[in-house]
């Protein structure tokens, strides 16, 4: 059974840093993208950030380019966000997705549970 478990989420204050992980089971994710995605109250689901396969490969939303880093780990089913100079608007429910391609919409075959980040002024 395939599952992804988010973990590293919680409370921190503006300015502040969090590092995402995510854990990958169940399947060979080496040739998979990985990607992350939040979701806060009220709004659609967005995306955040991918990863190739490879991890030569990264995209970022313009929201948080310059701010947030994904990387993988190795072996590469684990992927990590490092999130630093949080702002409030940053506040959501983080979840991480696998998938063939790293796209910045559809296209992701598995989905995790969410972790979820809140951010204080």
């Known amino acids: 059974q395939v599952q992804l478990v988010e973990s590293g989420g919680g409370l921190v204050q503006a300015g502040g840093s969090l590092r995402l992980s995510c854990a990958a089971s169940?399947?060979?994710?080496?040739?998979?993208?990985m990607g992350w995605f939040r979701q806060a109250p009220g709004k659609e689901r967005e995306f955040v950030s991918a990863?190739?396969?490879?991890?030569?490969?990264?995209y970022y939303a313009d929201s948080v380019k310059g701010r947030f880093t994904i990387s993988r780990g190795s072996p590469k089913n684990t992927v990590y966000l490092q999130m630093n100079s949080l702002k409030p608007e940053d506040t959501a429910v983080y979840y991480c997705?696998?998938?063939?391609?790293?796209?910045?919409?559809?296209?992701?075959?598995?989905w995790g549970q969410g972790t979820q980040v809140t951010v204080s002024s």
């Open positions: 990863i190739s396969w490879s991890g030569g490969s990264t």
């Open positions: 169940g399947r060979t994710f080496s040739d998979y993208a």
């Open positions: 997705a696998a998938g063939p391609r790293p796209v910045a919409g559809p296209g992701y075959d598995y």
